[in-house]
């Protein structure tokens, strides 16, 4: 892995903060490549090999229907968050695919309301170069905590 790499690497793990963070959800959908996973799960679920998640997407084109869902269909009370986001580590490294962790920590925000750790955890991802850059194949958003908020509406 070169300086170039790593230096995308950082910046594709900076902008999806960003992206999320902002509330521009329409450019969520293009951190990934076409057949891709994003699945939130649980860290007990995870470690035992236990399927089940909170969130499970498998397309670009899910994707983009949770983002419909988020703009048009769900209703809930509006909320800011932001990430707080490590280096990605690279566990792996091959000409155009990466395999990398990084720990995270979300914070919430609700209107007149004092901002509050909303979720913690770590990304397990696998990045691939595509022709518009470095894309994800797979984010797994393992958090720590078995307790979670009745929703999780945006992306993390």
């Known amino acids: 892995m070169n300086f170039q790499d790593h230096l995308d690497l950082n910046q594709l793990y900076a902008s999806y903060a960003s992206a999320v963070d902002s509330g521009q959800w329409e450019l969520?959908?293009?951190?990934?490549?076409?057949?891709?996973?994003?699945?939130?799960?649980?860290?007990?679920?995870?470690?035992?090999?236990?399927p089940l998640a909170t969130l499970s997407f498998e397309s670009k084109g899910m994707l983009k229907d949770r983002v419909y869902g988020i703009r048009e269909t769900l209703f809930h009370d509006p909320y800011y968050q932001r990430h707080v986001v490590g280096s990605?580590?690279?566990?792996?490294?091959?000409?155009?695919?990466?395999?990398?962790?990084?720990?995270?920590?979300?914070?919430?925000?609700?209107?007149?309301?004092?901002?509050?750790?909303?979720?913690?955890?770590?990304y397990i991802d696998t990045v691939v170069?595509?022709?518009?850059?470095?894309?994800?194949?797979?984010?797994?958003?393992?958090?720590?905590?078995?307790?979670?908020?009745?929703?999780?509406?945006?992306?993390?």
């Open 129 to 156: 170069r595509t022709e518009d850059g470095l894309k994800f194949k797979s984010r797994q958003v393992i958090y720590d905590s078995e307790m979670i908020p009745n929703s999780i509406i945006y992306p993390l």
């Open 88 to 122: 990605p580590l690279v566990l792996k490294a091959e000409q155009d695919r990466f395999e990398c962790e990084a720990n995270y920590a979300v914070f919430r925000t609700k209107l007149s309301e004092l901002s509050t750790v909303f979720n913690v955890g770590r």
């Open 28 to 50: 969520w959908p293009e951190f990934f490549t076409e057949e891709c996973i994003y699945r939130l799960q649980p860290r007990e679920n995870y470690e035992r090999g236990f």
